[in-house]
């Protein structure tokens, strides 16, 4: 089981445990399937490399985004409005708030269309938020998990008063950890096609069984 690693891209297996395997090809009946050694089509590699980064440029960067209590402040600074209390159905008063919260700010903006809400969500969260604004905080830093409204779980970098940073990085929406992840399966694919005889080695099935 010795490894060869002068040539990773060619075999990572020297000459005599790829002797070895050749022999169990040749020698194993497979159930009766002649199973060649053919190299996997070039095209299928650049769909593989093209599906992956298309998935993440197409998705980038709603996949991961969490919503902040910052997003919703133009929201709850209508809801208890005289134009929104005039409005009879909490989803006429939703549908006005929408269309009349619209934020400026273009990255705000997108996270409210990601991450609607319901007039019953805006009032679990109301309170919350009115106690952290009470407080002075950021409320970038904090988090609407369904009913709740909590720090985020980041930590970045430190502040003058000598807190951490809870924001959400740009760069880190979900995709820190699936770019390993990809980054696995490839290395783990890489290294069983390269522990196996190279292609250029075609089985003769000659072998009677």
């Known amino acids: 089981m010795s490894w ?22 040749e020698g194993e009946s497979l159930g009766g399937i002649a199973e060649d050694n053919n190299r996997l089509p070039s095209p299928v590699v650049w769909l ?3 599906t992956i980064i298309s998935a ?4 980038f960067p709603l996949w991961g985004q969490r919503p902040t209590a910052e997003i919703y402040e133009d929201y709850l600074k209508l809801m208890n409005s ?12 939703m549908e006005y708030i ?3 919260g619209k934020s400026s700010n273009a990255r705000i903006q997108g996270q409210l269309d990601r991450h609607p809400l319901e007039m019953d969500d805006l009032r679990m969260i109301e309170g919350q938020v009115i106690e952290l604004q009470r407080k002075g905080v950021d409320l970038g830093e904090y988090t609407v998990v369904g009913p709740h409204v909590v720090l985020a779980n980041f930590e ?16 880190d929406k979900g995709y820190t950890i699936d770019i390993f992840y990809v ?16 292609y250029s080695w075609q089985p003769d099935h000659s072998v009677a069984h």
């Open 82 to 93: 005289p134009a929104v209390q005039a409005i009879d159905g909490d989803r006429a008063k």
């Open 4 to 25: 060869k690693m002068d040539k990773p891209l060619y075999s990572l297996t020297d000459e005599e445990q790829n002797s070895a395997a050749t022999k169990v090809w």
């Open 183 to 198: 980054a696995y399966f490839c290395i783990a694919v890489l290294i069983v096609i390269k522990r196996l005889p190279h």
């Open 156 to 171: 970045g970098n430190w502040k003058a008063d000598g807190t951490r940073e809870r924001k959400q990085p740009w760069w």
């Open 56 to 59: 993440f440029l197409v998705t």
């Open 98 to 100: 929408v269309a009349n």
């Open 48 to 50: 593989l490399g093209l």
